[in-house]
């Protein structure tokens, strides 16, 4: 008996062993080798950036339970990180890139105070607190450094493969993290303060700085992923890279995909965002209906997202 079970549990634990393994797999095959079945390189570039964003969304608020509508001004900072880092001190691409990340970190430890905050407490000041990013970025007393409401420039620095290959290294980097961190005890930690962060607390975890690690590489996420879609375009104004829609969008793909999990994020952002260019662009009043059937749907009958389907048949779900 003892033998049968143990043996079960070894089955078991290959299976997730195996399941967790394709995730990046398949991402990395899918986005590397996409470009030569598909034209629009552009389409799959933007949908890896909000993959990356949503799994950014995800470590948060899918492991911490906060959730950040003004995460794009992470996203932002990154961009401007790079470009600062280009014009001022002419670093190469792949450096300025690292720079931008590193920026949003910082940003992010100074807006670190955020995390006493919960709920839409914390939703509305993460907004207002990208909104004083965007301002402050495009304001034109700091043409100098940021190009104010001009925006940046950088096609001496346009590489638009070396910037693709870029995205799709953080793209798997970023679901191997999150992979990691859900089958770690740090993770299973961060769940249990999610769920009550005063029961959590009382059992030994450290909240607070297990937060603030969550916090700060969501940050660095979003810097990078923004510091190569702005290498990636080459000229962006503030208005391209702090536009709110990107934080709701990739919330959006997080919560239709199901948080919490490293496979619900990959699945919004595919299944949404190929909606989108389905019919968003041509037909965008259609889209915009079916996008709010589709998450009234979401919100009434399944809460845990897609991949909850799954799991309620007790399959296992990366």
């Known amino acids: ?30 986005f590397s080798l996409s470009p030569l079945v598909y034209a629009n390189h552009t389409i799959l570039f933007q949908m890896m950036a909000f993959m990356a964003l949503a799994q950014g969304v995800n470590l948060l608020y899918g492991f911490t339970g906060y959730l950040p509508f003004g995460y794009v001004g992470f996203f932002g900072i990154g961009a401007y990180g790079m470009a600062m880092s280009i014009q001022l001190w002419h670093f190469p691409g792949l450096l300025a890139v690292l720079m931008g990340g590193l920026l949003s970190v910082i940003i992010a430890i100074i807006f670190s105070p955020l995390l006493r905050l919960s709920g839409a407490y914390f939703a509305i000041s993460s907004l207002a607190a990208s909104e004083v990013l965007s301002n402050v970025v495009s304001n034109s007393q700091l043409t100098h450094l940021t190009g104010g409401p001009y925006g940046e420039s950088l096609t001496q620095s346009y590489h638009p493969l070396t910037s693709y290959v870029a995205m799709v290294v953080v793209l798997v980097l970023t679901t191997v993290l999150l992979i990691v961190i859900r089958n770690a005890p740090f993770g299973r930690a961060l769940m249990a303060i999610r769920e009550d962060p005063v029961s959590a607390a009382m059992a030994g975890i450290a909240v607070v700085r297990s937060r603030s690690v969550v916090w700060l590489l969501s940050a ?18 503030p208005s391209t890279v702090f536009d709110l829609n990107i934080s709701i969008l990739a919330i959006v793909f997080t919560l239709f995909g199901g948080s919490g999990t490293v496979t619900g994020p990959v699945l919004g952002s595919i299944v949404l965002y190929g909606l989108y260019n389905a019919i968003g662009i041509s037909e965008p009043q259609y889209f915009q209906l079916i996008y709010g059937l589709l998450i009234m749907a979401l919100v009434l009958f399944l809460p845990g997202g897609v991949v909850s389907l799954i799991q309620r048949r007790g399959n296992y779900v990366p």
């Not at 049968?4 to 095959?29: D, E, F, G």
């Open 220 to 237: 660095l996420i979003a810097g990078l992923t923004g510091a190569i879609f702005g290498w990636h375009l080459s000229v962006f104004y």
């Open 1 to 30: 008996m003892l033998n049968s079970l143990a043996s079960r549990s070894k089955q078991n634990a290959s299976k997730r062993l195996l399941a967790n393994s394709l995730v990046p797999l398949l991402v990395l095959a899918g």
